[in-house]
């Protein structure tokens, strides 16, 4: 269902599954942890999400914090 056929909010879930495969990756240093959990909440909120349920949310929250008092959170794209 789309936005387009309804008024209600429209949620996601991030399930355990893929939650898991972040961590272990992140944690196995094949990916940016931080960069690749911000991009799948970004890539959810592209897509329409109004809620983002993610086992990833209290992360999330600390990376948001760090960046309002001023740290880089990912590095600026190039123009």
């Known amino acids: 269902m789309s936005k387009n056929h309804t008024n209600l909010p429209l949620a996601v879930y991030n399930v355990s599954g893929e939650y898991a495969m972040l961590k272990m990756a992140g944690k196995a240093g094949v990916i940016d942890y931080d960069k ?3 991009e799948t ?13 993610s086992y990833h949310a209290k992360e999330v929250a600390l990376l948001l914090q760090k960046k309002i008092k001023g740290t880089k959170l990912m590095p ?3 123009q």
Request: aromatic share 6%; no cysteine.
């Open 36 to 38: 690749v959990m911000m």
């Open 41 to 53: 909440m970004i890539a959810f909120k592209r897509a329409g999400a109004d809620i983002i349920i």
């Open 76 to 78: 600026s794209s190039p």
